[in-house]
């Protein structure tokens, strides 16, 4: 187990992860992660409140309501 450990350890450290902007798919910034800028921050909130993005589940009141208190 250590062995196989050990291997996968080395392989993680020489992978570079480099996580991609959702809107532009530039690499991101740690201060605005997971955006690469405050632009694609304010665009994706653009997006939620004026509703181009929905959750595809709908809830009732009550449901909403129960799980706020």
């Known amino acids: 187990m250590d062995i196989l450990y050990g ?15 959702p809107i532009c798919k530039s690499p991101t910034v740690d201060a605005f992660k997971p955006f690469c800028s405050r632009y694609c921050k304010n665009i994706d909130l653009n997006r939620w409140l004026s509703e181009r993005y929905t959750l595809k589940e709908e809830f009732s009141e009550k449901e909403i309501v129960q799980n706020f208190k």
Do not use: N, P, T
């Open 7 to 21: 291997i996968c350890s080395k392989f993680a450290d020489e992978l570079e992860v480099v996580m991609k902007c």
